[in-house]
């Protein structure tokens, strides 16, 4: 018998895996990102969904004087508030999640088929809230910076300089820079030719490139359209007069910071629902809490090929 004849005659592995255990993952989901700017975010909880920003009307009308060791008579003055002051409500990211209870009932070994469906759910839900907190045309970031707040590169390429210039827009304890991950490697390209590359910062576990100290935080949700983008700089936190997170606590079937999941009941053909639901809202409190860099190009390289003559 010819030695290929032979071989057809051992089990080879395709076919001898099939008996075999296997050790099984949980479902993988490739589109979740580690959502920095979830973990960064001061988060404050509201009342009936709504958040009221006060402002003072006009701060230069708040007198003052400096003693000159004299009987001069004091300023009389008081703080002023807006009539109107800005009100952010929450909106919600809302689906319903259905399983058979059959599926539930019979293939639940090794991983629990509802709890996975639901965490599943959970994360996508989690990517989308980042999206709104970024895009969301009535409270995101990007379409809420002041119209002072906003400046353009250069030349087109992010550079130490228009980040520098970002800085003096949000030099009141700025918090962290935000932007795509490519847009960051434009950045590190154009330090690394200017003989300047940027260090390292580690947070939660992680390292990051940083300027002035300001960590760069990556984020897939800051859009590039047209192969250009936008980078911005926040200062965060209620007491720093920043950017705060919103979101709604004690909700029933709590699961997280304004997250609920709640069970809808079982239909007449044994499809079971599930309600997950995330309330959330962004409130930027001071026009110098945040800007950004606009116009942004991220395509740019520098490949020199040496002359050969």
């Known amino acids: 018998m010819a030695e290929h004849d032979k071989n057809q005659l051992a089990l080879g592995d395709n076919a001898a895996r099939q008996l075999a255990n296997a050790t099984k993952t949980v479902p993988q ?23 009221r920003i006060n402002q003072v009307k006009d701060a230069s009308r708040v007198l003052t004087s400096c003693s000159q060791r004299d009987e001069s008579e004091l300023p009389q003055t008081f703080v002023d508030y807006e009539e109107a002051p800005r009100e952010y409500f929450l909106s919600a990211v809302t689906t319903v999640v259905d399983i058979h209870t ?25 990517e989308r809230q980042e999206d709104e907190l970024i895009n969301n045309k009535e409270y995101g970031l990007i379409n809420n910076v002041a119209k002072s707040q906003r400046i353009s590169t250069r030349t087109g390429a992010p550079t130490p300089d228009d980040l520098d210039e970002l800085i003096t827009k949000v030099w009141k304890e700025p918090a962290f820079f935000l932007a795509h991950p490519r847009t960051i490697a434009a950045f590190g390209r154009e330090c690394t030719r200017r003989g300047v590359p940027p260090p390292t910062a580690t947070l939660f576990g992680s390292p990051f490139l940083t300027w002035r100290g300001i960590p760069l935080i990556p984020s897939n949700k800051v859009k590039i359209e047209q192969g250009k983008s936008s980078i911005l700089l926040l200062r965060t936190g209620e007491s720093r007069q920043g950017v705060v997170g919103l979101y709604q606590p004690g909700l029933p079937g709590e699961q997280g910071l304004g997250l609920s999941v709640k069970f809808s009941g079982i239909n007449r053909k044994a499809i079971a629902s599930y309600l997950v639901s995330l309330y959330c809202s962004l409130a930027i409190l001071t026009e110098d809490a945040i800007a950004v860099l606009e116009n942004v190009e991220v395509d740019k390289y520098y490949d020199y090929k040496p002359e050969y003559k």
């Open 29 to 51: 989901l490739g589109t979740i990102s580690p959502r920095w700017l979830t973990h960064l975010l001061p988060w404050v909880g509201v009342e009936a969904g709504i958040y």
């Open 102 to 126: 059959r599926v539930s009932d019979l293939y639940s070994s090794p991983h629990d088929q509802i709890k996975e469906q639901l965490r599943l759910t959970i994360e996508t839900i989690k």
